[in-house]
């Protein structure tokens, strides 16, 4: 058996002290090999969110362990944790989150730049990541003149261009229609299964659920499979 | 990329970002022409002293600027002419008295004496007529910028002075006093008659050149041992003890510079709120850099360099109109300057206020969850 490239073991997290407090994930196990895409499903405020930002070490566990590439993520330092995050995590999040400011090429460029690359290299990563979206005539567009589709396809060229071994996505067909949904989830699924990645959606679209190697289900923090 | 990732964001807000250069460009406006009234004024009051030649100045005790000199006895200049490690001393006159306008209305005007021979104390910027025609008895020299004080007057002209008629021999420009009241220049003896309080045996300063290679310290001493009633003070010290008392120990100067200082926080005010709003604009694009990988420092620096180009591109504009404010103040007369070092100042203060401006957003953006990206 191949080792898990993510690998959860009893974590947990609560938001809060006393009366108030909320436990939004309890006791999650997981493991996530290379290749595989995994979806977890579940209703709002069922804790998948906060089980992404553990998984990316945004947040640490109140207990249990967490780890990437089997590197506990406790145990690194902030800066260890932040290389981690720029070299071997991809995010892609539902309203695209795209910097305003920057052309879709450089958006992309942004990722590629973060994850150490020179800005040779990353400019033509970037244009050969926009080509694989099918975007590079779109390069030198600002977010603001893209369609949601386009956007939401310049956010997956950012997350994938730097080579990451795992993929984190936040409802990424949430603000897509169908066709878009679909095509956003191929790009995905392919880079996944070709790069040896594996990739984690938080979604409640059952379409993604069905291009998944694997289906999780969550409710009050309790993470379990789902046929 | 993060500085791209600065000017874009400020660029992309253009109605935000011209506001804070607008601020800045006021702010820098503001003090540039007070600045440069403040250091016109200070240059103005000492300038008699700047301009003369000589090393040491002896005065009366606690004489604390050039325009209030005290009468002390004429044979000083003998004590210090006789002390070693002097090369030369001349005396100097300065004292205030009254013309008379044709319709009887009074002026108060300064009278500075001094020997038409050796210069010390005399007029820079002579226009019309000669100072050498000074050692003739009742010849005066006023500056042009006194026709508003003394009246209409042209090179041979008589004016009333302490009851006495005296003629212009000699027309300057641009000698403007401290005190408003115009300076009249004339020879020792001119000027000792024009003083009344002052009579042939007193004096007001002693300026002594010193031997170049004496030791300056050294002859000071020497001449402070020998005149125990009287100051001695190297040129330099009278000169900053003057600007000192007229901007310091006035007020006057601390008014000019708590309005610089009032301008600087407007502009840091205007640029820290429009950076904090831009920064609040453009949190979700933070929070998302900071998931991605990327350090508080290199945010810090985006927040940073965007207060440091608004402070920058103010600056140009303010120092012209700056400048061009304070040479129309000096087109009618006033004392004000722009020198180098006046807006090195200016623009050092207004890019650090604008860096510090940014600094409330650093914090916002170090406090910043990455989380949050997966929360919206």
Known sequence: MTAPLVALEGVSRRFGRGPTAVQAVRSATLRLCAGEVVVVMGPSGSGKSTLLCLVAGLLHPDAGRAAIAGRSLSALASGELLHLRRTRVGFVFQHFNLLRALSALENVELGLWLAGRGRREARRRAAAGLEEVDLAARAHAVPRDLAGGEQQRVAVARALAPGPDLILADEPTGSLDAANGRRVIELICRHTRRAGACSMLVTHDHRVADAADRRLWMEDGMLRESA | ?376
């Open chain 2, 1 to 376: 990329m993060l500085a791209r990732i600065a000017r874009r964001n400020l660029l992309h807000d253009r109605r935000r970002f011209l506001a804070s250069v607008a601020g800045v460009s006021f702010s820098v406006t503001l003090v540039i022409v007070q600045l440069g009234l403040f250091a016109g004024l200070a240059a103005n009051a000492s300038q008699v002293i700047d301009r003369s030649p000589g090393d040491a100045w002896i005065t009366g005790r606690h004489t604390g600027n050039f325009q209030w000199g005290q009468p002390i006895p004429r044979r000083t200049l003998d004590v210090v002419r006789s002390t070693a490690g002097v090369a030369w001393a001349r005396e100097v006159i300065a004292g205030w008295t009254q013309l008379r306008h044709p319709d009887g209305g009074l002026q108060q005007l300064e009278i500075v004496g001094f020997d038409p021979r050796s210069r010390v104390g005399a007029p820079w910027n002579v226009v019309a007529g000669r100072l050498d025609d000074l050692a003739v008895p009742g010849r005066v020299v006023l500056d042009r910028s006194a026709t508003g004080k003394v009246g209409r007057f042209e090179l041979g002209d008589d004016v009333e002075v302490a009851d006495r008629r005296v003629r212009v021999a000699a027309v300057t420009d641009g000698i403007t006093n401290f005190t408003t009241a115009p300076f009249v220049f004339a020879s020792l003896d001119t000027a000792r008659s024009l003083i009344p309080y002052l009579g042939s045996d007193d004096t007001v300063y002693v300026v002594a050149g010193l031997a170049p290679a004496a030791q300056a310290e050294a002859t000071l001493a020497a001449l402070r041992q020998r005149l125990p009633h009287l100051d001695v003070s190297s040129r330099d010290a009278f000169s900053a003890r003057t600007r000192r008392y007229w901007m310091l120990e006035t007020g006057m100067g601390i008014g000019f510079l708590l309005t610089s200082a009032l301008a600087i926080a407007v502009g840091t005010v205007i640029v820290s709120q429009t950076i904090f709003a831009a920064t609040s604009e453009h949190l979700a694009e933070y929070a998302t850099l900071k998931a991605m990988g990327a350090a508080n420092g290199g945010l810090a620096r985006v927040v940073l360099v965007q207060g440091f180009v608004a402070g920058a591109v103010g600056c140009l504009p303010g120092c012209l109109l700056g400048a061009a404010v304070v040479q129309a103040i000096r087109a009618r007369g006033l004392a004000a300057m722009v020198t180098p070092e006046l807006v090195g100042l200016t623009v050092a203060a207004a890019l650090t206020t604008c860096a510090l401006a940014a600094l409330g957003s650093v914090r916002r953006l170090w406090r910043l969850e990455p989380a949050l990206v997966f929360r919206t």
